[in-house]
């Protein structure tokens, strides 16, 4: 590169990617197709640098505009062992996104007068199996997430006694729900008279042009989509750059997060919502229906503090515009969509791996580069690959921690990095999406390390400045020097017989672990376990979550079964660290 032709933006980009080790860059280093354009190159080195940084095998990358597909691309490999690069050919499964089809649809069919948004869902599935203690639930209550249904509960649920409960009145309150979307699926069937793969791809995927998407993954799509990747260990958090191994084969036809796609297709599918509903010289939706398909019905703080919710996507803003967006996480892929619906632009990223988080800045600084393109505006500054070893105010953090039994460890703070010293070992601490931190040495990587702070007013909306009290590891409990507040507790002998590993076969749960700490039930040593009737418990601090935990299969005093939300985990012995 001719260094005198480089402005002050790519000497930037570049002395970022200087970070990023050269073994890591170097499988990135080139997209294909390459661009000629100054803010397609800027996009691609983000990229590089994003994918090396965050251990993503291969990526694939579609825009588009109001005319089209803008630029479709791929990155890295389908094959790490043999060095198979992706290409923009291979279907990528972009899980939750799904379901803004699963909203174009029933919007359809409401225009259609086959489905009624104000309706109860079971004016259509009457076999429905749930408990609707807090009102019936309708069919807008399942496309905004305000069901007070669990997030991943089975539709048809092993017995009567596993029926999945509501916990909250509908329409108070978002609380993201794949059970809701598989209902929809099965609302679609009901009332088209065919399958849900059968409906979406007549009803959006060909009127659109998708003719390379699978409505669903089988045996029969999967030689064409990539190959994908999953943490080594699935009973303890990933570390970036932990190991990586081959996903097997997934089935999946339940409209929650059916379809794979290639990034031209979706360039097309954002095409069509760019323009209102309209694709390929007709309307898929009328003007009415993509109203209330955009319309931010509730609250979702989920997707960000100013986000709502519409039929199937998030509604928020970027930098002043409109922005629908929506992220998709499988067992081995995770996606991003972000369109802008005043600039008019769209970007959709997928990573053939399952390691945490999703490809969201990738898709935004998409469109933020082509925006400032669009508007010959300043381009945004690069942003950093991973924040995961950055932890703001990190002097708050340093101190000495003791246990109840004395056991001392230390967090040291030097300028915006945390370290844990413990036993002469000094060990980085990587900052996780959800404010809490991973070691990835053992003694320290089966659960995460969660810090507690000093309690705030009942009002208080946010708590992150309050001071730190105390430190937790798995059952571990380490008072801060100084705290003189609460001390550590004895374990309670009726909780011990709750603790324990579990495992489910279902790919989507793996291992769970079971902790006591301070005489309560934590599970994954994070989300706490809150008794509400005979072996039954609330996943989670707040009265209106609906994901519960019962144990079941008592021999003796011990529980054998773990049920979460109504699948089934089984007690098996500690595995080795």
């Known amino acids: 590169m001719n260094m005198n032709s480089m402005n002050r933006r790519d000497m930037l980009a570049l002395s970022m990617l200087a970070l990023v080790p050269l073994d890591l860059m170097s499988d990135f280093a080139h997209a294909t197709p390459a661009s000629n354009s100054t803010a397609m190159r800027t996009l691609d080195r983000f990229i590089a640098g994003y994918c090396a940084a965050m251990n993503a095998p291969g990526l694939t990358l579609g825009l588009a505009n109001a005319e089209g597909p803008i630029r479709v691309a791929s990155y890295g490999y389908v094959d790490l062992a043999a060095k198979v690069p992706v290409t923009t050919s291979h279907l990528f499964e972009i899980g939750s996104i799904t379901k803004s089809f699963v909203g174009l649809t029933i919007l359809q069919l409401h225009e259609e007068r086959k489905v009624d948004l104000q309706a109860p869902i079971r004016d259509y599935l009457p076999w429905l199996a749930m408990e609707t203690n807090f009102g019936e639930i309708l069919v807008h209550h399942l496309l905004t997430h305000s069901s007070g249904m669990p997030d991943d509960a089975p539709l048809i649920p092993l017995s009567p006694e596993r029926r999945p409960r509501q916990a909250l009145k509908p329409g108070s309150e978002f609380h993201y729900s794949n059970w809701g979307y598989d209902a929809l699926g099965r609302l679609i069937e009901a009332v088209d008279g065919r399958p849900w793969q059968a409906a979406v791809a007549a009803r959006i995927l060909q009127p659109v042009g998708m003719h390379d998407t699978s409505p669903t993954?089988?045996?029969?799509?999967?030689?064409?989509?990539?190959?994908?990747?999953?943490?080594?260990?699935?009973?303890?958090?990933?570390?970036?750059?932990?190991?990586?191994?081959?996903?097997?084969?997934?089935?999946?036809?339940?409209?929650?997060?059916?379809?794979?796609?290639?990034?031209?297709?979706?360039?097309?599918?954002?095409?069509?919502?760019?323009?209102?509903?309209?694709?390929?010289?007709?309307?898929?939706?009328?003007?009415?229906?993509?109203?209330?398909?955009?319309?931010?019905?509730?609250?979702?703080?989920?997707?960000?503090?100013?986000?709502?919710?519409?039929?199937?996507?998030?509604?928020?803003?970027?930098?002043?515009?409109?922005?629908?967006?929506?992220?998709?996480?499988?067992?081995?892929?995770?996606?991003?969509?972000?369109?802008?619906?005043?600039?008019?632009?769209?970007?959709?990223a997928s990573i053939n791996a399952q390691l945490g988080y999703r490809p969201n800045p990738v898709a935004e600084l998409a469109l933020q580069l082509l925006r400032a393109e669009k508007d010959h505006g300043t381009p945004p500054a690069m942003p950093a690959f991973d924040a995961a070893a950055k932890v703001e105010s990190a002097e708050s953090y340093g101190a000495v921690y003791t246990s109840g039994a004395g056991r001392r460890i230390e967090i040291r703070a030097v300028s915006d990095r945390l370290s844990l010293i413990v036993d002469g070992r000094t060990i980085p601490l990587q900052h996780s999406d959800d404010g809490n931190f991973i070691a990835d040495q053992p003694g320290f990587n089966l659960f995460p390390i969660t810090f507690e702070r000093a309690e705030t007013s009942p009002d208080a909306k946010d708590n992150s400045k309050a001071s730190i009290t105390a430190l937790a590891y798995g059952s571990d409990w380490y008072a801060r020097a100084g705290y003189e507040g609460q001390k550590a507790l004895e374990p309670s002998a009726a909780l011990a017989r709750y603790t324990g590993e579990y495992y489910s076969e279902n790919p989507w749960f793996g291992t769970v672990r079971v902790v006591q700490r301070q005489r309560r039930l934590w599970m994954g040593g994070t989300d706490p376990l809150i008794p509400i009737g005979d072996h039954l418990f609330r996943i989670g601090e707040e009265a209106g979550s609906p994901g519960v935990a019962e144990f079941s299969a008592l021999i003796g005093d011990k529980p054998n079964l773990l049920w979460i939300d109504g699948t089934e985990f089984r007690r098996v012995e500690e595995g080795n660290t």
């Open 217 to 348: 993954i089988t045996s029969a799509s999967r030689p064409r989509i990539a190959q994908s990747y999953m943490p080594l260990h699935d009973d303890r958090p990933y570390p970036r750059h932990g190991a990586l191994v081959p996903a097997g084969n997934l089935s999946v036809e339940f409209a929650a997060g059916s379809i794979a796609s290639t990034p031209k297709d979706m360039s097309l599918y954002m095409q069509m919502i760019l323009n209102h509903g309209q694709a390929q010289g007709r309307r898929i939706i009328s003007e009415d229906s993509f109203k209330l398909f955009s319309t931010p019905h509730i609250p979702a703080p989920a997707f960000g503090p100013t986000a709502g919710y519409g039929y199937g996507i998030a509604v928020d803003k970027l930098d002043g515009h409109v922005r629908l967006r929506h992220t998709g996480g499988m067992v081995s892929f995770m996606s991003a969509i972000h369109m802008d619906l005043d600039a008019k632009l769209g970007a959709f």
